[in-house]
């Protein structure tokens, strides 16, 4: 039978598969597959989400402006220069679709954020896998790969699904290494995780270069994953041309209004970064007393861990088993890692918890 047929770089794609949030038998547990916030949303963001909720009739400030101006005095930026959009997902797709397409090249790392090749995909041009270094962003294999034919190079600083971080060195010395015609565009999801003296000066490289694209987003330490709130800064010419595909309205009046409540809620992102440095740091040790049983925490500046597990016991089964006993993390063979669990730090309960039920499912094993 005749029907329309979809464009082949679209059938190439594979389709992003998110964190389970119930088991397989249906059972609501502790779900550590996400990287979601542990202590849920500020109250002052969730008090303005409420109050935002009144006028669903109406439609939202297409332009976002008061986000806009909020992002950029936190910030020290230009409001004109902000973009937003429905998670930073959709900034990810708008550089893609803005400045590659059929015949050009994009660069990525190997295990790198699974969006990244969707994006690529999804506009015809083709991805191009930098080698990883441990796990870690290969600046020199990056460089490597560059031709006349790439346009965007995506690195995410911390890296997911890895949580390994490029420091700021690094960082200037990708984008000192790149033509001005490409883009590098800085994905920083977990930015707000690091302490002050980590961060690798992205927005002062967006500030200044014309061909550099940094993406936020609210979902993971401001808590508003539910909403889809992400944001990118960039120079005027590359803002301008996002604007012209990105879809009207793509975020909501509540959206908005949380996400300006939460940039003010200092308190709870100090609170939060806290939290997960302690109990990030405390898990990683532990898994690394693990190593006779062959784990290992690929070191981490984000709020997850990758446990690899290169002993008897394969991260399939840790990942069955963990569900079992009540706890859903990231098995990821679909980004090259089978060997991996991702486990987002959760409470100090269900970090604790995981840690006791990874310990006896590979004792138990060896």
């Known amino acids: 039978m005749n029907a329309p047929i979809p464009k082949p770089w679209i059938m190439d794609i594979a389709p992003y598969v998110p964190g389970k949030s119930k088991t397989d038998d249906g059972r609501t547990v502790a779900k550590l597959s996400s990287n979601e916030n542990p202590l849920g949303t500020a109250p002052l963001a969730r008090a303005a989400f409420e109050a935002g909720r009144a006028s669903l009739d109406r439609y939202p400030d297409a332009g976002a402006a008061k986000l ?11 409001p004109a220069r902000v973009i937003y959009g429905t998670g930073s997902d959709e900034v990810l797709h708008l550089a893609a679709g803005a400045f590659a397409g059929p015949g050009d090249e994009v660069i990525f790392v190997r295990y790198g954020f ?9 506009v015809g041009a083709t991805p191009v896998i930098a080698p990883d270094k441990d796990y870690a962003t290969d600046v020199d294999a990056i460089l490597s790969l560059v031709s006349d034919r790439t346009r965007l190079v995506f690195v995410a600083n911390p890296n997911n699904p890895t949580g390994t971080f490029a420091a700021r060195e690094d960082i200037a010395r990708l984008h000192a290494g790149l033509p ?3 883009l590098l565009v800085l994905d920083q999801a977990y930015a707000e995780y690091l302490t002050p003296d980590e961060d690798d000066h992205g927005l002062e490289m967006a500030r ?5 694209l940094v993406t936020r987003t609210f979902s993971k330490i401001y808590g508003l994953a539910a909403e889809r709130i992400g944001w990118g800064y ?74 690899l597990f290169e ?20 098995w990821l063979p679909g980004q090259g890692l089978p060997h ?10 269900e970090t604790q918890g995981v840690l006791a039920a990874i310990r006896e499912i590979v004792g138990a094993a060896g």
């Not at 699974?114 to 999804?122: G, M, N, P, Q, S």
């Open 68 to 78: 806009r101006e909020a992002i950029a005095a936190r910030h020290g930026l230009d």
């Open 114 to 122: 699974a969006v990244y090749e969707i994006a690529t995909r999804r």
């Open 180 to 182: 001005r015609t490409v």
């Open 208 to 212: 200044e270069a014309a061909n550099v």
């Open 234 to 307: 960039a120079s005027a010419g590359i803002i301008d041309a996002m604007h012209r595909i990105r879809a009207p309205f793509n975020v909501t009046t509540a959206g908005q209004q949380a996400a300006i409540a939460a940039l003010a809620a200092e308190d709870f992102v100090t609170a939060s970064r806290e939290h997960n440095a302690r109990w990030r740091g405390w898990f990683a040790d532990q898994i690394d007393k693990l190593g006779n049983a062959g784990l290992r925490a690929v070191p981490s500046k984000a709020n997850f861990v990758l446990v």
């Open 311 to 330: 002993g008897p016991v394969s991260a399939e089964e840790a990942y069955k088993a963990l569900m079992e006993k009540g706890y859903i993390v990231r």
């Open 340 to 349: 991996g669990l991702r486990v987002s730090i959760g409470t100090a309960e």
